[in-house]
């Protein structure tokens, strides 16, 4: 028996207009739906350039409430093409305090549920703790027609307790919405070696949980607005995977996608009956994860 979940991603290079970004998006969400999609997942912070370059408050006005214009458009969309839609907000929750935010939309419309990124990095070229407070919604599923989704952002896929713990409170998929990529003064050798841990950490959460994973990420060159450096060059390479860590596709670094994949949801039960991680756990032991680091 099978239960198969038709996965449209979408890989995208963005440009400084929104409502072009918007646009765009919109007709491929459409027409990966025409295409049979049933799910479809977009990357990290969709509707703009990745304006964490650089730390500048006037970003702060590419923030909006929720709900408020982008899900009012995204709702539409969702509705329109019939799909479960996960997005990826700038939200605006009040002056000064502002998440980045995942927002997931039922096939009639409605939202479904979100997650706001717990963990944020602050790196150059990545100066997301400016911006975003982490979250405080928690590591909690949501309930979809296509099943429990457990959405996680970008920085969070390098953790493995919040996969972990997504998985035991029910996700029967982890999804990662991303924006990753190159610095141009990394050799080649180095470039190759963080998109490498970057797919293999996210397997790993796939086999080590029994469950699917689908991350989708930003493609193209974005420069640095403060000439500082020479811009991120996100490595798309999008992909899904089984629950085995199997690679069901993979997109490639430099250009646009809109695909879709077929995943089987069913072959997690027998995964996890081959492999029973979750029974062997010893969860007697696990006390000091709860530390910062153990002296």
């Known amino acids: 028996m099978t239960r198969k979940i038709s996965v449209g991603i979408i890989q995208q290079a963005n440009s400084a207009d929104i409502e072009y970004n918007r646009k765009r998006l919109a007709a491929k969400i459409i027409d990966l739906a025409q295409r049979g999609a049933q799910l479809v997942v977009l990357q990290e912070l969709h509707d703009s350039l990745y304006f964490c370059q650089v730390e500048s408050t006037d970003n702060f006005d590419l923030a909006e409430p929720i709900p408020g214009t ?7 969309i969702a509705s329109q093409a019939g799909v479960v839609l996960v997005t990826s907000l700038f939200e605006r929750r009040a002056a000064g305090l502002y998440h980045n935010t995942a927002v997931v939309f039922e096939r009639d419309g409605s939202i479904a549920g979100r997650y706001r990124k717990m963990h944020i990095p602050d790196d150059p070229a990545y100066y ?53 990529g190159w610095e141009s003064s990394d050799t080649e050798a180095e470039k190759a070696r963080q998109r490498e841990a970057w797919i293999t950490v996210q397997r790993g959460h796939a086999v080590a949980n029994g469950i699917p994973v689908v991350t989708v990420n930003r493609t193209g060159l974005e420069l ?24 069901l596709y993979q997109a490639p670094t430099d250009v646009e996608v809109a695909t879709i994949v077929d995943v089987d949801m069913l072959r997690s039960e027998q995964v996890r009956r081959w492999w029973p991680f979750l029974r062997d756990r010893r969860i007697d032991q696990f006390g000091a994860l709860t530390k910062r680091f153990i002296d």
């Open 70 to 76: 982008a899900t009012e458009f995204y709702s539409r």
């Open 128 to 180: 997301e703790k400016f911006y975003f407070t982490p979250g405080d919604i928690g590591f909690e599923p949501i309930t979809t027609s296509v099943g429990r989704l457990g959405v996680l952002v970008c920085w969070d896929q390098w953790y493995p307790e919040a996969a972990r713990i997504m998985a035991l409170k029910g996700a029967e998929m982890l999804i990662y919405p991303t924006a990753i």
């Open 224 to 247: 640095d607005p403060s000439g500082m450096t020479n811009g991120i060059s996100f490595w798309g390479s999008s992909f899904v995977a089984g629950p085995q860590g199997e690679l």
